[in-house]
Nanobody, 125 residues
Framework: QVQLVESGGGLVQAGGSLKLSCAASGVTVIRHTLGWFRQAPGKEREFVAS????????LYADSVKGRFTISKDNAKNAVYLQMNNLKVEDTAVYSCARGPQMRGPKSSRSDYTYWGRGTQVTVSS
């Protein structure tokens, strides 16, 4: 059974930090692009960050650039999102997703085939 399971969400004050993790089971992510997306209440799911298959290239949404860092651990079949200087507008459900093999970072939802169920991140003022 293919599963992407996110963890690390929670409640944090503005200016704080959280690190999200996404562990894959039943599917390998070693040769795949991975991404993080988020969805706030009443809004569409939006791209946050992506990393290519070997971790050498990353892509970020303008809204998180300089504050968030995506990383990948192929040995652990996992991807992470370090979030610093969090803002109230970062509040959302964050989901990880697996994209194509041996390609660069991707920002379009249509490039991703497997999705996790998400973890809630709430930033208070």
């Amino acid at each position: 059974q293919v599963q992407l399971v996110e963890s690390g969400g929670g409640l944090v004050q503005a200016g704080g930090s959280l690190k999200l993790s996404c562990a894959a089971s039943g599917v390998t992510v070693i040769r795949h692009t991975l991404g993080w997306f988020r969805q706030a209440p009443g809004k569409e799911r939006e791209f946050v960050a992506s990393i290519n298959w070997d971790g050498s290239s990353t892509l970020y949404a303008d809204s998180v650039k300089g504050r968030f860092t995506i990383s990948k651990d192929n040995a652990k079949n996992a991807v992470y999102l370090q979030m610093n200087n969090l803002k109230v507008e970062d509040t959302a459900v964050y989901s990880c997703a697996r994209g194509p093999q041996m390609r660069g970072p991707k920002s379009s939802r249509s490039d991703y085939t497997y999705w996790g169920r998400g973890t809630q991140v709430t930033v208070s003022s």
